[in-house]
């Protein structure tokens, strides 16, 4: 199967905060911004895999700066590496200032998507090839996500999820 980097897979989607989508301080809902980057997220599992695909899990999100209402909001989404028939994606959120026109990052998150096909049955889905040094860090860490993910879900022993157990426990692989 076909071989993918990121880029390959990268989604991009700018849009304003408009009232509707602001909380009584003005600053937007929580529940949009995850909805935003999970149509950006579905977006690029879709351009890696070209199959139909779903959320499986959201295994990391991080609210560190608002966002104000009226601001011009850029969610950046890319596939960081593959499984079987998994995907993990990860998303940058950025807010783009006023006046210089620079992007400020805002948020992240990280999201896994299955493909499947018409039955919803999961099916394989092409490998990664990270290129820059995040895509590579992004890439080595994203196994540990995974266990990480499964074990909160309980569809994994925690005694066969080696690279959590290495990140506490020398010498445990
Ligand atoms: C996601 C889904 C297809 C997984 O089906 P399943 O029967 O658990 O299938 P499997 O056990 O074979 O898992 C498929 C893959 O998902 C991964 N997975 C399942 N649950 C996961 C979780 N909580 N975190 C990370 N990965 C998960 C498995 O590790 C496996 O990955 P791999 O093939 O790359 O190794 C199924 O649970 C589903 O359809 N869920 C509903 C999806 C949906 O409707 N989302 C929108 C919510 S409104």
Same mark, same amino acid.
């Given at each position: 199967?076909?071989?993918?980097?990121?880029?390959?897979?990268?989604?991009?989607?700018?849009?304003?905060?408009?009232?509707?989508?602001?909380?009584?301080?003005?600053?937007?809902?929580?529940?949009?911004?995850?909805?935003?980057?999970?149509?950006?997220?579905?977006?690029?599992?879709?351009?890696?895999?070209?199959?139909?695909?779903?959320?499986?899990?959201?295994?990391?999100?991080?609210?560190?700066?608002?966002?104000?209402?009226?601001?011009?909001?850029?969610?950046?989404?890319?596939?960081?590496?593959?499984?079987?028939?998994?995907?993990?994606?990860?998303?940058?959120?950025?807010?783009?200032?006023?006046?210089?026109?620079?992007?400020?990052?805002?948020?992240?998150?990280?999201?896994?998507?299955?493909?499947?096909?018409?039955?919803?049955?999961?099916?394989?889905?092409?490998?990664?090839?990270?290129?820059?040094?995040?895509? !590579?860090?992004?890439? /080595?860490? @994203?196994?540990?996500? *995974?266990? %990480?993910?499964?074990?909160?879900? =309980? !569809?994994?022993?925690? /005694?066969? @999820?080696?690279?959590? *157990?290495? %990140?506490?426990?020398?010498?445990? =692989?």
């Amino acid at each position: 199967m076909e071989v993918k980097t990121p880029t390959d897979s990268k989604t991009i989607v700018t849009d304003l905060v408009l009232p509707s989508e602001t909380n009584p301080i003005n600053n937007l809902f929580g529940g949009e911004l995850l909805a935003r980057m999970d149509r950006a997220a579905s977006i690029a599992a879709r351009r890696h895999s070209r199959r139909i695909v779903v959320t499986a899990s959201v295994n990391h999100v991080a609210f560190n700066k608002a966002v104000p209402l009226g601001s011009v909001v850029t969610v950046e989404a890319k596939v960081s590496r593959t499984f079987k028939t998994s995907m993990e994606i990860v998303i940058d959120v950025w807010i783009e200032d006023r006046e210089s026109g620079r992007c400020l990052k805002a948020n992240e998150a990280i999201y896994t998507f299955v493909a499947v096909d018409e039955m919803g049955n999961p099916v394989p889905v092409p490998k990664v090839k990270p290129e820059t040094d995040l895509e !590579k860090e992004r890439y /080595e860490a @994203a196994l540990r996500r *995974k266990q %990480l993910s499964l074990v909160l879900a =309980k !569809k994994m022993n925690p /005694e066969d @999820a080696t690279e959590l *157990k290495a %990140l506490f426990f020398k010498n445990s =692989k």
